[in-house]
């Protein structure tokens, strides 16, 4: 990922609170010499041997991701965060001299490490209860695992395989305005405050951070 040092970010904690955030992330792996991509959520655990912490998930076990995969080669994680179109209408600059074009802003993680794959029914019965618990979290009424038949459990987690990431490397990048001066910075928070949408205004809290 091209990062310029003005929008990296270094901060570990940083990078998994977002991983945390926003778990449903597209996983890169290498099958016959090409790149294939597979969208799903991911619980992160923070330790568990791992300085950066550890990535699990699940396929479905007709995907064959997981038996096809190349072995040799880590796998990527991309986790995308708040983002947001950025118009130079935003920018009082605009009106001084007009040289301002328009941008995205956006967060974005990178996790690498090696794939393992997890058939054991115990493993992936607990991973799907710190899934779903962590999105059903806040929620009125919480759905949780022993909610449904145990035996139709047990029938759907034999349907699926699990998948574990000891991250390896973590690159962080948010690019939220900072090679813009302040007034500009300010006008960017202001119009967006303006687009009334969660994105907008995550977007908006970012810069202002």
Do not use: C
């Not at 983002?83 to 001299?97: C, D, F, G, L, M």
């Not at 973590?170 to 910075?185: C, F, I, P, V, Y």
């Amino acid at each position: 990922m091209y990062a310029p040092p003005v929008f990296r970010e270094d901060r570990i904690d940083v990078m998994q609170d977002l991983m945390r955030a926003h778990p449903f992330a597209t996983l890169i792996t290498v099958e016959d010499g090409r790149p294939n991509a597979t969208h799903i959520p991911f619980a992160f655990h923070a330790g568990d041997g791992s300085e950066f912490g550890t990535l699990r998930g699940h396929v479905a076990r007709p995907n064959p991701v997981w038996s096809a995969f190349d072995a040799a080669i880590d796998v990527l994680v991309v986790f995308q965060g708040p983002h947001h179109y950025i118009t130079p209408s935003w920018y009082p600059s605009k009106a001084e001299h007009g040289k301002v074009v328009p941008t995205w802003n956006y967060a974005m993680v990178h996790a690498q490490g090696p794939l393992r794959v997890v058939e054991d029914p115990d493993w992936l019965l607990a991973h799907l209860d710190t899934l779903t618990d962590g999105q059903e979290t806040g929620r009125n009424t919480r759905w949780k695992l022993d909610d449904a038949p145990s035996d139709y459990i047990e029938k759907m987690v034999r349907g699926i395989v699990g998948l574990e990431i000891p991250i390896s490397r973590l690159d962080g990048k948010w690019k939220m305005s900072q090679n813009r001066n302040a007034g500009d910075r300010a006008g960017v928070v202001a119009g967006l405050a303006a687009e009334g949408t969660d994105s907008a205004a995550e977007v908006a809290r970012n810069i202002a951070d």
